[in-house]
């Protein structure tokens, strides 16, 4: 998928940025318009995959969602998050170019661990934590996650799920689990083809989305 990119990126068909923006187009363009109110938790990892989350964050705001994001390596863009952690965003990446224009257009951001204080409600979670690079145990990124969704499942929220590309906690190519509970989709949104992983999660239930960003010839 990356030299698919970068051969678009080469030929001039597109830039990183635009990419990234019809990524979080496409997958904001798949949000059930659900009636207020409506809360969408985006959950932002430190790669590509979290730069499309602040897409997606930045533009269901702007369709009137209450939208609360969550992240982790995203210490040097947001210093309210605390100190940073072993795994850190690559500065001057797209992905903190549009990590920035969610925080330069009144956006926040939260530590993961915050997410035991979001009220249950209807919620939306925005699984943009770990894309088609992951390769290696998560239990520890989605723990919080895990403990505050069963917090509002006992409150009686309702919750979908969505994930971009990729659920956190599955190998792409094998769809091998990294995670003792990886995490689950009600929906998935991926880009250009469908990855090895999809058919794994076709056959669970879960719907696979495929969205044209311009990268084919």
């Not at 533009?59 to 009137?64: F, M, Q, W």
């Not at 971009?164 to 998935?188: I, N």
Request: charged share 20%.
């Amino acid at each position: 998928m990356r030299a698919i990119e970068n051969a678009a990126m080469a030929a001039g068909r597109a830039t990183g940025l635009q990419l990234m923006e019809r990524a979080g187009e496409a997958v904001a363009a798949a949000v059930p318009d659900w009636p207020a109110p409506r809360l969408a938790v985006v959950l932002c990892g430190p790669g590509n995959n979290g730069g499309d989350g602040f897409v997606v964050a930045r533009l269901l705001a702007g369709r009137g969602w209450q939208v609360q994001v969550f992240a982790s390596g995203w210490e040097a863009v947001f210093p309210e998050l605390g100190p940073p952690g072993p795994v850190r965003a690559r500065q001057g990446t797209d992905a903190v170019t549009n990590a920035r224009r969610w925080r330069d257009e009144g956006g926040s951001c939260r530590p993961l661990a915050a997410l035991a204080e979001v009220e249950a409600g209807r919620i939306l979670v925005v699984d943009a934590l770990l894309g088609i690079g992951q390769t290696r145990p998560c239990d520890e990124l989605l723990e919080p996650y895990w403990r505050a969704r069963a917090r509002w499942d006992r409150a009686g929220a309702e919750v979908r799920t969505l994930s971009v590309d990729v659920p956190t906690g599955f190998d792409c190519d094998s769809g091998a689990a990294l995670a003792r509970r990886p995490f689950e989709a009600d929906l998935v949104v991926s880009f250009h083809a469908e990855k090895p992983v999809h058919a794994h999660l076709r056959a669970a239930g879960v719907t696979v989305t495929v969205a044209d960003i311009g990268l084919s010839s």
